[in-house]
C-alpha cells in the first residue's frame, strides 16, 4: 500500500519565498513608519515618531516571515513538521534582515574603511544591536509558524490589528518618556520644554546655573581625537554615531577623573568629502589644547564667524565670544568652538546676512547664549518634525512648515535680554542627550535618515523611512559635540 506524501521540496522555490520575505520586510516596516507619521499629523505628541523607529523594523520582519510562512505552509510536510519548516524559513528572514541592518550599521561606522572596520564599527557595536540582530532572527520564526496557521481574511485582519495595536503602545510609551515642562537634571540644570506648537515644532530651554551648581563645567568632544587615526583630520565615524553611544562613550571617559555628563549638544559646523568623511573648517581648543589650525568657515563668511569659548577662573567660568577664529587667539581658553555663527554681542544684536545654518531657512536649530557675568549658560534647541531638505523644498514651493529661522532664534535671546549669543550647526545636526541625577536620560535625535517627505496633513509632515540600520543605533551624529558635566557623586 502506497501513503499519499507531499511534493518534494524545491531549494531554488525556496530562495525566491525567503527573498520576497525579505523584500516584503523592508517594505513593510516603510509602511509602518507612513502609518505612524498619520497618528502624528492626526495629533499624538511629534516626538512619539521614536517609537516608531524602534518598531517598525520589528514589525516589518513579522509581516514579512508571516508571508514567508503562508507560502511555505502548503508545500511543506503535514503535522508539526509543517509548522517547523515554515518557522525555519521564517528564521531566516529574520537573520537576514538582521543581517543587512548590521552591514549598514558597519558601512555607516566606517564607510568600509579597512583600518577603521574593527575600531569604529565592531569594537563599539553594543550588546544592544547585536541583541538586535538576535531578536529579528527569533521574531522571524514566530511570523513563519504564525503565517502558516493564518486561515482565511479574519486571521489577516487580526494579524493588522496586532500590529496597528502595538505600534499605537510603542510611540505612546515614546511620548511619555519625553515629557513636557520643567525637568530638573541636577540642582544647577534644568529642562524646559515647550508644548509642541501647531506644526509640530517642539522648543527646550535648557538652564545651567553655575553658582546653584558650581562644579559645572562646559567641555568639547570631538569624534576625530576618538577615532581609529586620532587627530588625522578624517573621521568617517560621525554619521553612523548616536548622540546616545557618544553620550555612553563621553560618561566612560569622564568616569575616570570622577565626573559625568549632564548633557551633550551638537557643536559646531563642519564637512565632509565625497565619501562622508568629516574634516574641521575651523579650530577647536579641548583641554587648553588647540587643534585643527583651519580656517575654511572664515574664509568663505569672515563677517560671520565668531569663536564661542570658556575659562575658569578660580573655578568658575567666564565665557568669551571673539571676532574671527585667529589661531594666536585661542590662547589661554580652556575650551573653545570656533566657526560658530554671532547673534547678540554685549547686548546688541547683530544685523543677519546670508552665511551658515541658511538664514532664512526654517528648520531645526541649536544656539547657546549667556549673560554679561557667565552666571547662566542658555542653550535653545528647537525640534521641526521634517528634515532639513524637506525644509529646502517648502522655502521652493510651498508655504513653509516646522522650524525656527535664524531671525526667530535672535529675537528668542532678545526677548528674554540675554546678551550674548552664538548660533551652532543646526538642521539635521541638531540633538540633545541629557541625564537626570537618577540615570533617567531622554535624548532630541538627529534626523539624519533614509527618508522622504510624501506631503503634509493639519501642517504636520507625513514621513515615510525605510529602517535600515539596528533599532537601537540611533545613527545621525555630529563631528563634535559640546557637554556639560558634573561631579559625579554629589
Known amino acids: 500500500m502506497t501513503v499519499p506524501t507531499d511534493p518534494p521540496l524545491h531549494r531554488p522555490r525556496y530562495l525566491l519565498w525567503a527573498f520576497a520575505g525579505v523584500l516584503t520586510s523592508i517594505a513593510a516596516g516603510a509602511l509602518i513608519t507612513l502609518i505612524a507619521s498619520i497618528f502624528v499629523c492626526l495629533g499624538m505628541p511629534p516626538e512619539a515618531i521614536y517609537g516608531s523607529d524602534i518598531i517598525a523594523p520589528y514589525l516589518g520582519i513579522l509581516c514579512g516571515s508571516t508571508l514567508t510562512g503562508c507560502l511555505t505552509a502548503p508545500s511543506a510536510e503535514r503535522g508539526g513538521k509543517r509548522h517547523r519548516g515554515a518557522g525555519r524559513m521564517g528564521f531566516a528572514v529574520g537573520t537576514i534582515v538582521g543581517f543587512l541592518w548590521i552591514v549598514a550599521w558597519c558601512f555607516l561606522r566606517a564607510r568600509w574603511d579597512i583600518g577603521a572596520v574593527w575600531h569604529q564599527a565592531i569594537a563599539r557595536t553594543t550588546f544592544g544591536i547585536w541583541l538586535a540582530w538576535f531578536l529579528a532572527g527569533q521574531l522571524g520564526s514566530f511570523g513563519g509558524v504564525y503565517g502558516s496557521r493564518m486561515r482565511g481574511l479574519r486571521s489577516l485582519g487580526r494579524f493588522a490589528v496586532f500590529n496597528v495595536v502595538a505600534l499605537w503602545i510603542c510611540m505612546s510609551f515614546s511620548a511619555r518618556s519625553m515629557p513636557g515642562g520643567v525637568l530638573q537634571l541636577s540642582p544647577g540644570v534644568t529642562v524646559e520644554t515647550r508644548a509642541p506648537e501647531a506644526d509640530g515644532t517642539i522648543v527646550r530651554l535648557i538652564t545651567c546655573d553655575f553658582q546653584r551648581e558650581p562644579g559645572l563645567r562646559l567641555g568639547l568632544y570631538d569624534a576625530d581625537s576618538d577615532d581609529a587615526h586620532p587627530l588625522d583630520d578624517r573621521d568617517t565615524e560621525y554619521l553612523g554615531a548616536s548622540p546616545a553611544a557618544v553620550f555612553d562613550r563621553l560618561g566612560r571617559h569622564l568616569d575616570d577623573i570622577n565626573r559625568r555628563p549632564r548633557l551633550i549638544i551638537n557643536g559646531g559646523f563642519f564637512g565632509s568629502n565625497s565619501n562622508w568623511a568629516g574634516f574641521h573648517i575651523a579650530p577647536i581648543v579641548v583641554h587648553g589644547r588647540r587643534l585643527y589650525n583651519t580656517h575654511v568657515y572664515s574664509d568663505k563668511w569672515p563677517e560671520q564667524s565668531a569663536t564661542f569659548g570658556v575659562r575658569y ?31 547678540r554681542i554685549s547686548g546688541r544684536s547683530l544685523p543677519l546676512k546670508p552665511g551658515p545654518g541658511n538664514t532664512t531657512l526654517r528648520c531645526s536649530r541649536t544656539s547657546v547664549a549667556w549673560p554679561a557675568d557667565s552666571s547662566k549658560l542658555y542653550i535653545l534647541i528647537v525640534r521641526e518634525p521634517d528634515g532639513e531638505a524637506a525644509s529646502v523644498e517648502q522655502k521652493r514651493s510651498r508655504r513653509p512648515v516646522g522650524g525656527w529661522d535664524i531671525n526667530k532664534v535672535q529675537r528668542c535671546w532678545e526677548q528674554m535680554g540675554i546678551a550674548n549669543a552664538v548660533q551652532f550647526d543646526s538642521g539635521e545636526s541638531t540633538q540633545l542627550v541629557t541625564e537626570d541625577d537618577h540615570g533617567r536620560t531622554q535624548w532630541v535625535r538627529s534626523a539624519y535618515q533614509l527618508a522622504k517627505t510624501l506631503g503634509y496633513w493639519h501642517d504636520r509632515p507625513i514621513r515615510i523611512s525605510i529602517p535600515m540600520t539596528p533599532p537601537s543605533a540611533n545613527v545621525g551624529g555630529v563631528l563634535n559635540y559640546i557637554y556639560v558635566d558634573g561631579d559625579k557623586a554629589r
Do not use: I, M, Q, Y
Not at 574671527?324 to 555663527?341: F, H, I, Q, S
Open 313 to 343: 577662573s578660580e573655578g568658575h567660568p567666564e565665557f568669551a565670544l571673539l571676532a574671527g577664529d585667529k589661531w594666536n587667539d585661542l590662547g589661554g581658553l580652556d575650551t573653545a568652538l570656533a566657526g560658530v555663527r554671532p547673534l
